[in-house]
């Protein structure tokens, strides 16, 4: 016996599968496409993210998280369980157990007036995924804008792999974290560097030695007035930030000279800034403006040494480019990072490994990096409607 129909406002069964189908082609189809609600939420400004830092420790309390900060570096423990034994008994002395990005953002200032000494094991100690910062650097990505200047940015390759996502930086999806974090701070550099910065500092990270990543497609592909303006405007920012980091009352901002000079003794130190590029896009006046830039290494989307592939998937160098752009690149001193991406359409097993052996062998494509990506199959690329 069937159900009896109930009625749904003039919807039935075909309009339900209609709807349907319209949702998932808006799903499918870049020119239908509408925003998530809320995604592109942009934070205040750059007042509104140093606040959860700087008010951390509440103002009227600072003296009793001092108090117990130098506990712990009197305590001076040099194991995990040293340290657990160490926060039982300030417990037990304080009745409280602050955080340990507490105990460290107070170590910190302690360390920088000179009223604590040094001390590695509370470096390491206290901090939350510390994997991030055991080589010693920090990496903080930056992401630019889709809109630079207010026109779309439309990247003049279409290589079939590569999503291209409407209000999203070419080749990046809305939901990476480092384009999650951009899309809340309006893709703004400077306060997408200080947003990272934080967090890692709240995390119990040294924010102490930072290596810029500046990512959202081929670079060249951008106008030249927005490089200028992006790398321009980030660069005393960038410093000041640095040089400011760790303290509760923020100064002027000096000139870029002064904050550079600064930089060199300060405990947040900049040293090195990272663009991405194609390998036909390494000219000449093209790594004369990366050095103006400050750029000390460049990521360099090879994907592939195989013609074949190269061509099918409509990429539009050759790795005769890949070689060209790899021997410019060493010949001006700058590292290499270079992007591998096997089981690409048209790839197989033994192509994938011959390339490996000839990127590993080849004394023309030697470089300080590899980045390996196995091809995905991702909304908004052409292979997805193959």
Known sequence: MEAPQQDDGGFDAMDTEALAREAKKRENDPNTYKRSGGRNEPVNCLEDIYKQWDELIPADEWDRYEAMTMFVVEWNPQTPRALEKCLIALRRQYKTLPKKSQLKFVYNVLVKRGTAPPQLAIDTLLVKKAGKSQSGVLVVTVVTSPYPHGQKFSCQWNCYYCPNEPDQPRSYLHDEPSVLRANRNRFDPVL????????????????????????????????????????????????????????????????LDQEKLENETTLVKIIGITLETRPD????????????????????????TDEGILKKINRGCTTQDAKRAMKLLRDCGYKTDIHLMPNLPGSSVDLDRAMFDYVLHSPDLQADQWKIYPCEVTPWTVIKRW
Not at 282 to 290: A, C, M, Q
């Open 192 to 255: 997408q560097f200080c947003d990272r910065c934080v967090t890692l500092a709240l995390n119990g990270h040294p924010v102490d030695k930072i290596e810029l990543l500046v990512l959202g497609g081929t670079w060249a592909s951008y106008p030249v007035s927005y490089q200028e303006e992006y790398v321009s405007s980030i660069c005393v920012n960038l410093f000041y930030a640095a040089n400011t980091f760790h303290d509760r009352v923020k100064r002027e901002r000096k000139s």
């Open 281 to 304: 896009c390494i000219t000449p006046d093209e790594l004369r403006r990366f050095r103006r830039y400050g750029c000390t290494r460049v990521q360099l989307g090879i994907q592939h």
